[in-house]
């Protein structure tokens, strides 16, 4: 079965801190697809990345980045030098099996709170 | 880039009546949109599968008499809560994947639903 798991539910920083989210998955397929994804308050969901398993390389992306390792099914995420404006809930996800990267299984989220 | 559109944002309903939320894809074609449902603070949970042509696929404990999908046209499916009840008060979001093949999911901003 299929699982992801983020421990923090609620993380709060003060601003210009920096700041990681754990996201742990459990799967048994051997090629699949991890996924960040933003909800602000509004509540749209922000695509901020995808991973294929085949890849382990770490990414960068301003001040995001994200950290991959298969060793420990772990696909970390972490905000640098972080600004108010990065306040939401913030989802992990994995894709299903046969799906491609269409259906996913989401985590339960951490909400993060950048303090000005 | 890809948009999704859903409609409306926000709705109050009493109970016994049934309520359309509506999916687009603005700018692409979508033979295939998903639907998740999210509690409050929760995660985002797979309803079901909207195929354009076909049925839609509903996930195990989903009730198709209940959440009636219709997937009319390549750029719209339509999500009918059916003699909504209080416990169906949810947030309701929509996903396609993008007109590039192999693209993430593009989330719609979501539907937060209230039933009196």
């Known amino acids: 079965a299929q699982k992801v798991t983020q421990a923090q539910t609620e993380i709060s920083v003060v601003e210009k801190e920096d700041v990681t989210l754990d996201c742990v998955y459990e799967t048994r397929d051997t090629t699949y697809y991890l996924f960040w994804y933003k909800q602000p308050p509004s509540g749209e969901l922000v695509f901020l990345i995808r991973r294929n398993s085949f890849d382990e390389q770490n990414e960068i992306s301003g001040r995001y980045s994200w950290n991959f390792q298969k060793s420990t099914s772990s696909f970390n995420f972490t905000i640098t030098a972080s600004q108010v404006v990065d306040s939401a809930v913030y989802f992990c996800a994995l894709s299903q099996p046969n799906f491609g990267n269409e259906k996913l299984t989401f985590g339960t989220g951490t909400r993060l709170t950048i303090i000005p | 880039g890809a948009v999704v559109s859903q409609h409306p944002s926000r709705v109050i309903c009493k109970s016994g009546t049934s309520v359309k939320i509506e999916c687009r894809s603005l700018?692409?074609?979508?033979?295939?949109m998903f639907w998740y449902r999210q509690f409050p603070k929760q995660s985002l949970m797979l309803m079901a599968t909207s195929n354009e042509g076909s049925k839609a696929t509903y996930e195990q404990g989903v009730e198709k008499d209940k959440f009636l999908i219709n997937h009319a046209s390549l750029t719209l499916s339509t999500l009918t809560v059916t003699s909504a009840h209080p416990e169906d008060s949810s947030f309701y979001i929509c996903?396609?994947?993008?007109?590039?093949?192999?693209?993430?999911?593009?989330f719609g901003n979501g539907t937060r639903l209230t039933v009196t």
């Open positions: 996903s396609a994947p993008g007109p590039v093949y192999n693209s993430p999911l593009h």
């Open positions: 700018d692409f074609q979508a033979t295939t």
